[in-house]
């Protein structure tokens, strides 16, 4: 039975018209999965990362390999001021995070996409009443990604497992809401999306969101039909909030199932995104800082199994190096171990 119990009354009638539509317009479920479920990860870039050896990246790349992944996602390049590549300042400071992890990925023969600026005040932001206020954020955090963009690709371009851009600003279902402040988020992917394609025509554009159930599914739908109807995105990573308890596994299936019709009607590629962890702080739990560890292998074998079911492009993890690889505690191994006795990710 469907957990109403995080949606709100307004949006029931929709909720259950949508339990309808699913066994309509999903797709067939896969006799078994396959033999490498995960395809890719998210890597989100720390200062720690800045003072990696080769070992260090060489240990991580061998956990992608095991794993058979064939896709990375550099969640930022730039976290607030702090830059993950070669600067023109930083010629002699050797081999930063961003070039280590191409020169690793071409060999390997990985995919990557390259995420931008993210600010960490991206939430406040975007939450302030004044939509004037809200634009003129966008419009300055928009300028500072096409500068990084413009800045970066004369270097990439010589990485053949560079194949594209991913953008930091992950969208919700609370602040989008009314119809000016939608207009506004839709206006800068669609300038956004267009300056990068314009800039680099074959490198592939992805942004992500997710649902904090505030909305119904066929909202959800609606609204993400609209946002690709104004960008030139190719692809959607569509989180799945089982780690942070956004959604729990009884209606996740609802918005994954609204995402996909939503992405079929537009012709683009659905990435779900399955988080290894659960969240034990930060908020809404309490008001320590956010802390999470690798989660149950069951509970991720289902999500996996629905994230399977509607992706059309892979699915991805987040993330592999914090929660299921060699480097990030007992834990993490164990979940590493666990998948690997699971799937055979590599074929010998």
């Known amino acids: ?50 003072h990696w050896v080769e070992d260090d990246w060489k240990r991580l790349f061998n956990d992608f390999q095991s794993l058979g992944l064939s896709q990375l996602i550099l969640q930022w390049t730039v976290y607030e001021d702090t830059v993950f590549y070669l600067s023109a300042e930083e010629r002699d400071k050797g081999t930063p995070p961003l070039e280590a992890i191409l020169q690793r990925a071409d060999a390997a023969g990985l995919r990557v996409r390259v995420g ?29 990604s096409l500068r990084t963009a413009r800045e970066l690709l004369p270097r990439l371009i010589a990485h053949p497992s560079f194949c594209g851009w991913y953008i930091p600003e ?37 942004l992500s ?21 104004a960008t030139t995105a190719e692809v959607v990573l569509l989180q799945d909030g089982i780690g942070v308890q956004k959604l729990d596994l009884e209606n996740l299936e609802l918005y994954l199932a609204a995402m996909r019709r939503a992405v079929d009607a537009h012709g683009r590629d659905l990435q779900v995104v399955v988080e290894l962890f659960r969240q034990v702080e930060g908020q809404p739990l309490d008001d320590q800082p956010f802390k999470a560890i ?12 629905l994230a399977s079911e509607y992706s059309t492009a892979g699915v991805m993890a987040f993330s592999v190096p914090d929660y299921m690889s060699s ?22």
Not at 22 to 29: F, G, M, N, W
Not at 184 to 189: D, Y
């Open 1 to 50: 039975m469907l957990s109403l119990k995080r949606l709100g009354k307004k949006v029931l009638v929709e909720v259950f018209l949508c339990m309808l539509l699913v066994p309509l317009s999903a797709p067939a479920q896969p006799e078994s999965l396959p033999a490498a479920p995960l395809q890719g990860t998210f890597i989100q870039l720390n200062s720690a990362h800045r």
């Open 116 to 144: 931008l600026v993210y600010d960490p005040q991206y939430w406040e932001k975007i939450g302030q009443r004044g939509i004037a206020s809200v634009s003129a954020y966008l419009r300055q955090l928009r300028y500072r």
């Open 170 to 206: 992950e969208i919700d279902d609370v602040n989008w809401l009314e119809p000016e402040r939608r207009q506004v988020l839709f206006e800068h992917f669609a300038e956004l999306t267009a300056a990068l394609k314009q800039l680099a025509p074959q490198a592939e554009i992805a």
């Open 209 to 229: 969101g997710f649902s904090n159930a505030n909305t119904s599914p066929l909202a959800f739908e609606k609204f993400y039909r609209g946002l690709l109807q």
């Open 294 to 305: 690798p989660a149950p292998f069951s509970r991720i074998r289902r999500q996996i199994e």
């Open 327 to 348: 480097s990030a505690g007992p834990e993490a191994q164990r979940l590493l171990q666990h998948y690997l006795k699971t799937f055979s990710a590599v074929e010998n």
